[in-house]
């Protein structure tokens, strides 16, 4: 295994299963092969069960004019770099777990309601998918990133 790139987590975000709560930011989330235990969406489709954002995505939102908040792009887990050139099958490895990449972030209508310019602005940066395949079963604000190659 060849480390490509090498990022950390920035911030961790669960869709909270009770709607009066919303998404809530987290020090930690615990994960299973159903995706983000206690979040809105595990075992719901083991394809999308983790959703990653790069920091990237915001910085094309703000240099578009588009003040965003961290989190508002649905995702789980929000890194340092720029994973969306893995296709599926490729591996990411997140702390001590390895999540494969199932497949890139569709356009939604959750987006047009942030901003009716981020679905064609963010057509192919807005996030990837992923799914976890062995670890410790907990990712952390700060844990490493490997973005690997065979």
Known sequence: ??????GKVIQLYVTNKDTTKGRQTTKKVHLDEKG?????FYNKNLQRSILIASIDSYTIAKENGIEIEDGSLGENILIDINPYHLKSGDTLIIGKNELKITQNCT????????????PKLLKNDRGI????VKGNSEIKIGD????TKS
């Open 1 to 6: 295994m060849t480390v490509h790139s090498q």
């Open 36 to 40: 983000i235990i206690d979040d809105k």
């Open 107 to 118: 356009i939604c209508q959750g987006l047009s309601s942030v901003d009716s310019k981020l």
């Open 129 to 132: 998918f992923a799914r976890y």
């Open 144 to 147: 490493s990133v490997l973005i």
